[in-house]
């Protein structure tokens, strides 16, 4: 068994898979509605279980940070296959940012010398709503399409990037009380976010309905992670709580690449074992997985709590 601050660490790993993501970058006249945009444009995008995507703000930008000198927000939209994610892009970004008072949208990677993937339409399409009155202009080899719309112009640049990118990174707390899983969960949350090319698309970036494969109703995917629920200790054959645990958090990460979902799994274990411990309450840590059957990406709790410089 391995400890931090009192807190088990299970020897388990959270399993994850490939998907599809991208990076697109709103500006607005300030920040409050560069963040209205966002916080819209990945709204109900939590799970592609449900939702078909998930999504989340990546980080506020300064004016310094954004290619209109404007203030603005970095989202990152992710799916399980291209197509599905440039169908969502499209109704997201017509819905709640073309909508959106003083807005601008532009792709999160540079077109000049993109990673690795493939073109999708940013405002490509959304050029339409112009009804013909719309007009390009190419700026460095980029083209960029001008809208009226009645506070002005939608500026939008026509493509972005659609790259391969890693779903799933998670971890689950497990606290004597409510207060002790959300006091552990949003430590871990507010650490995660201080990193690049990550989301954590819950809300709050935190989900208390975990899942598992499979249910008893046919029509149903998944259903509830009856083994972590702690109203059905005693109930389910094989329960993964003890008498301690009341209260189980889940966090899960989409990132950019493996190493972004590890690197926020490891500050997140950090932060909820440092800030709350088992002082505050959290009893043990575990992961996700599916036996490996699921995703090829296997985070595994014991070496990221080794990277973490802590003791057995």
Avoid at 239 to 245: H, N, Q, T
Avoid at 282 to 308: D, E
Wanted: charge should be neutral.
């Amino acid at each position: 068994m391995r400890e931090r601050h009192g807190v088990a660490i299970d020897d388990t790993f959270a399993e994850a898979f490939p998907m599809k993501a991208t990076r697109v970058i709103v500006t607005a006249h300030n920040l409050t509605w560069a963040r209205h945009a966002g916080v819209t444009a990945t709204g109900f995008a939590t799970s592609v279980i449900g939702a078909g995507v998930e999504a989340g703000i990546e980080r506020e930008l300064t004016p310094a940070e954004t290619p209109d000198g404007r203030p603005g927000v970095a989202l990152l939209f992710f799916a399980m296959s291209g197509t599905l994610l440039a169908k969502q892009l499209e109704t997201r970004l017509g819905q709640c940012v073309l909508t959106c008072p003083t807005t601008a949208v532009y792709a999160g990677f540079d077109m000049r010398n993109p990673p690795p993937g493939d073109t999708i339409a940013l405002g490509k399409n959304l050029r339409f709503f112009g009804d013909g009155w719309q007009i390009s202009k190419v700026v460095d080899g980029k083209r960029y399409w001008r809208v009226p719309v009645m506070d002005g112009e939608f500026v939008a640049e026509e493509t972005t990037r659609l790259i391969k990118a890693v779903g799933g990174g998670n971890l689950l707390l497990l606290a004597r009380s409510t207060e002790a899983a959300l006091a552990a969960a949003e430590a871990a949350v507010a650490a995660m976010k201080r990193l690049p090319n990550v989301v954590m698309p819950f809300p709050g970036g935190v989900v208390r309905s975990g899942s598992k494969v499979g249910s008893k109703y046919a029509a149903l995917s998944a259903s509830t992670n009856d083994a972590f629920c702690p109203t059905l200790r005693g109930l389910v054959a094989k329960s993964e709580l003890d008498a301690r645990v009341a209260s189980v958090m889940e966090i899960v990460i989409d990132g950019l690449t493996e190493a972004d979902v590890a690197a926020a799994m490891r500050v997140g274990l950090i932060a909820a074992t440092d800030e709350v411990g088992a002082a505050g309450g959290l009893v043990r840590i575990s992961a996700g997985n599916y036996g490996g059957k699921l995703g090829p990406y296997l985070f595994h709790l014991h070496p990221l709590l080794a990277q973490a410089g802590a003791a057995s």
